[in-house]
């Protein structure tokens, strides 16, 4: 078995449409103008990441046959958080109780995809066009860790 890299594309733009949907569904989950906003801020940047990654897609031919990194590869895509193939998006978002727990979710999401994006950029490292665009889409999760941080913090205080 073999991944081509716009396989590996294909699943970015898949973790990144599905952080749109939890995001969009979890944000108007709870009645906080905090959460809602974040929220929805976090979800249209996942959408214009999606639209970022679409552009480059059709780059992607080279497959990868090393037994090591391909199977790196499907562990780091089988465990993303955002893949939820198997699952209705609103069945986990109402497990979803807390503001809180919400936030924690979101976290997680974003360091993984950190981590996605991060060995992406080594199968771009001699595309100086895709390797751009993926150190800005890592930057951005950077922020949006921050971002939830901070509402976090936000939370927690006014506990």
């Not at 790196?72 to 465990?79: E, F, L, R, T, V």
């Not at 001699?126 to 999760?141: F, G, N, V, Y």
Request: glycine share 6%; aromatic share 10%.
């Amino acid at each position: 078995m073999s991944l081509t890299t716009k396989e590996i594309i294909e699943i970015a733009i898949g973790i990144e449409e599905n952080g749109y949907q939890f995001y969009l569904k979890c944000g108007r989950t709870f009645k906080d103008t905090a959460i809602e906003d974040v929220f929805d801020f976090l979800a249209q940047e996942e959408l214009r990441h999606k639209a970022l990654l679409q552009s480059f897609i059709h780059q992607g031919g080279t497959e990868i046959h090393d037994g090591k990194h391909l199977a790196y590869w499907k562990a780091i895509g089988d465990a993303r958080l955002f893949d939820y193939r198997d699952k209705n998006i609103n069945l986990i978002v109402a497990g979803i109780t807390a503001p809180m727990d919400a936030i924690k979710h979101a976290f997680a999401a974003e360091k993984d995809s950190i981590l996605f994006y991060s060995e992406m950029v080594e199968l771009y490292l001699h595309d100086r066009e895709a390797s751009s665009l993926l150190d800005k889409i890592i930057e951005e999760e950077r922020r949006h860790v921050v971002t939830l941080a901070d509402l976090a913090e936000k939370f927690r205080l006014a506990q």
